[in-house]
Nanobody, 123 residues
Framework: QVQLVESGGGLVQAGDSRRLSCVASGLTFSTYDMGWFRQGPGKEREFVAAIRRSRNITYYSDSVKGRFTISRDNAKNTEFLQMNGLKPEDTAVYYC????????????????WGQGTQVTVSS
């Protein structure tokens, strides 16, 4: 059974940094592209960042580019999202996702999802 478990969310102040983690089990992690999505209150789920399984090619949404960094550690079956310069508009539930060869920004092209971790940024 595939499981993706996010952690690292919490309440932070604007300008703070936070690192999210997603530990995967039940799949061969190194063969999956990994992504982060988020869903803010009253909003649709949106793409945040993704990292390919080969050559660690990364992608970011314009809203987080330059502030967030996605990475992965295949030996630990874990992906990370380092979030710097957090803003109130970053408040959302953050989800990690795994897919074989997704169009990275399309959430319906990922095969597995975590349960999400809440990040709240106060002004």
């Amino acid at each position: 059974q595939v499981q993706l478990v996010e952690s690292g969310g919490g309440l932070v102040q604007a300008g703070d940094s936070r690192r999210l983690s997603c530990v995967a089990s039940g799949l061969t992690f190194s063969t999956y592209d990994m992504g982060w999505f988020r869903q803010g209150p009253g909003k649709e789920r949106e793409f945040v960042a993704a990292i390919r399984r080969s050559r660690n090619i990364t992608y970011y949404s314009d809203s987080v580019k330059g502030r967030f960094t996605i990475s992965r550690d295949n030996a630990k079956n874990t992906e990370f999202l380092q979030m710097n310069g957090l803003k109130p508009e970053d408040t959302a539930v953050y989800y990690c996702a795994a897919g074989r060869s997704p169009f990275v920004a399309r959430f319906n092209e990922y095969d597995y999802w975590g349960q999400g971790t809440q990040v709240t940024v106060s002004s």
